[in-house]
Nanobody
Framework: EVQLQAFGGGLVQAGGSLRLSCAAS????????IGWFRQAPGKEREGVSC????????HYADSVKGRFTISSDNAKNTVYLQMNSLKPEDTALYYC????????????????WGQGTLVTVSS
């Protein structure tokens, strides 16, 4: 059974940091790209960052470039999203997803989704 578990969210003050983790199981981790998405209340879901399978290339939304860093520990089947300099507009439910493709990760279809972890940034 494919499972993606996102955790690490919480309440943090503006300017603070959080590290989200996405633990994957039930599929060959190395063959999948992993993406982080978020959805704020009343807004559409948006892609935040992703890491491609194969070459491990990464992508960031403009809104988080320079503040967020995605990384992967293939030995632990886990992808991390280090979030620094958090802003109130980063408040959202964050999801991780997996897609089986060797293409650059922003351009692929994500097949499996985990439950979200809530990030709240206070001003």
């Amino acid at each position: 059974e494919v499972q993606l578990q996102a955790f690490g969210g919480g309440l943090v003050q503006a300017g603070g940091s959080l590290r989200l983790s996405c633990a994957a199981s039930g599929f060959t981790f190395d063959d999948y790209a992993i993406g982080w998405f978020r959805q704020a209340p009343g807004k559409e879901r948006e892609g935040v960052s992703c890491i491609s399978s194969g070459d491990g290339s990464t992508h960031y939304a403009d809104s988080v470039k320079g503040r967020f860093t995605i990384s992967s520990d293939n030995a632990k089947n886990t992808v991390y999203l280090q979030m620094n300099s958090l802003k109130p507009e980063d408040t959202a439910l964050y999801y991780c997803a997996a897609g089986s493709s060797i293409l650059y990760c922003p351009h692929i279809k994500y097949d499996y989704w985990g439950q979200g972890t809530l990030v709240t940034v206070s001003s």
